[in-house]
Every structure is written in C-alpha cells, then in structure tokens.
C-alpha cells in the first residue's frame, strides 16, 4: 500500500514579492502614449495592455482595473486602446 497524501494549499497570491519598479509608487495615470511614458519619466513599459475599447482610468473600466491591479503589484503598465488595426504605426508610437 502507498502512504496517501495530503494536498497543501499553494502559495497566496499576493505573498510573492513585488516587481522591481514598485519602489517607485503609482502613477497619477497609466500612459497611453511615448509622450506620456516621458512625462512620468519611464524608458520603458513592463507590461502594455492593448484593447479595443475606449480607456478611461476609473474602476468601472475593465483595462483601468487590470492596469492597476497589475501596477499595485510594481509592473509598468502601458495602455493602447482603440489602435488602428490597419496601420502598424498605431502600436509604434
């Protein structure tokens, strides 16, 4: 006979550390272009959330809130809405 045994619960999801840009804070807006990625000072984006709808940084938009849960845990968020599909230069900016 086998020894059965007891599944352990996995890790919690917020007990991993945090990514490194959380020591600089939250941005007052998640950049939806270069220009603004310059005004909050950033070289770069961690992660860019690209969708189809209209952006608006408030609880009740679904990117707005995965953009924020995701800086909460210290990503770079970036946020693309609406691109031409047609034209790559509408992500290149």
Same mark, same amino acid.
């Given at each position: 006979m086998s020894a059965i045994s007891i599944p352990t619960a996995g890790t919690a999801l917020y007990s991993y550390p945090k990514y490194w840009a959380e020591c600089? #804070?939250?941005a007052p %807006? /998640?950049?939806m272009s270069r220009a603004e990625m310059d005004a /909050? #000072?950033?070289d770069s984006?961690? $992660?860019i959330l690209v969708t189809g709808d209209a952006y608006v940084d408030q609880p009740? %938009? #679904?990117m707005a809130i995965i953009g924020r849960l995701l800086e909460a845990q210290g990503f770079r968020v970036g946020i693309i809405a609406q691109?031409?599909?047609h034209d790559k230069a509408a $992500?290149?900016?």
């Open positions: 600089y #804070g939250t %807006f /998640l950049p /909050l #000072g950033w984006c961690d $992660i009740s %938009f #679904g691109p031409d599909w $992500i290149m900016a």
